[in-house]
């Protein structure tokens, strides 16, 4: 397939800025949307979710916005911190057609400058 | 807070031999998941498994293979046949259901190199 390793976007945001990470995602039939931050070496971590009937979310630190409309959704960090340093991935379900499967994006590398 | 574990973490073969990648789920999850992530590339679905049959599986996931719930604890991979575009990492993912409010929870995955 395709690589996109030297291609992932890339975000640099100093510490204690905000950030915030885009997602443009395929089917207009989803209906369940997740951001996972994946540090290097390491699975996808669970951040945040959305239901298509909503179009934002608020966690610790953390904001989801969705807009169906143009099928985009953003993650909004915080005070970014060092720690926050990783690949960003949205993934989409489209459990309205049975299916319950995960289906990532390309993913977002944050850098966060100290 | 409860975990995913996968073993092992790398695992080295020589194309054509069977691999076999291990995962716990946690413990209260009832749904299962293997995911794969070619080195710098996006994180591709394989398979899901409930109630001890698959639910779906992918273009990828071919006859070359297949899971298993040996027990109340386990869930395995197996790669019958490893071909040198096997090489990637594969994770395993659990969730409680299906609806929102239950995400699947990722292990830190198992490295595949094939030879």
């Known amino acids: 397939g395709e690589s996109v390793g030297l291609h992932l976007p890339t975000l640099s945001v100093q510490e204690g800025d905000n950030s915030i990470i885009n997602c443009a995602y395929s089917?207009?039939?989803?209906?369940?949307f997740i951001w996972y931050k994946q540090e290097s070496g390491k699975g996808p971590q669970f951040i945040i979710d959305i239901r298509s009937n909503m179009d934002k979310r608020q966690g610790q630190r953390v904001t989801v916005l969705l807009n169906k409309t143009v099928k985009h959704l953003s993650l909004q960090i915080a005070a970014t911190q060092p720690g926050d340093s990783a690949v960003y991935f949205c993934?989409?379900?489209?459990?309205?057609?049975?299916?319950?499967?995960?289906?990532f994006g390309k993913g977002t590398k944050l850098s966060v400058i100290p | 807070e409860p975990e995913v574990t996968q073993t092992p973490s790398h695992q080295v073969t020589q194309m054509g031999q069977e691999v076999i990648l291990r995962c716990v789920p946690i413990?209260?999850?009832?749904?299962f998941y293997w995911y794969r992530q070619i080195l710098g590339q996006k994180v591709e679905f394989l398979v899901s498994f409930y109630n001890n049959e698959i639910s779906e599986k992918s273009e990828i996931f071919d006859d070359q293979f297949s899971v298993e719930r040996p027990d109340g604890s386990n869930f395995t991979l197996k790669i019958r046949s490893t071909k040198l575009e096997d090489s990637a990492m594969y994770f395993c993912?659990?969730?409680?259901?299906?609806?929102?409010?239950?995400?699947?929870?990722f292990g830190d995955g198992t490295r595949l190199s094939i030879l």
């Open positions: 993934a989409e379900i489209t459990s309205g057609a049975g299916s319950y499967q995960l289906t």
């Open positions: 993912a659990s969730s409680a259901g299906t609806g929102g409010n239950q995400p699947q929870h």
């Open positions: 089917n207009s039939a989803s209906d369940y």
């Open positions: 413990s209260n999850h009832l749904y």
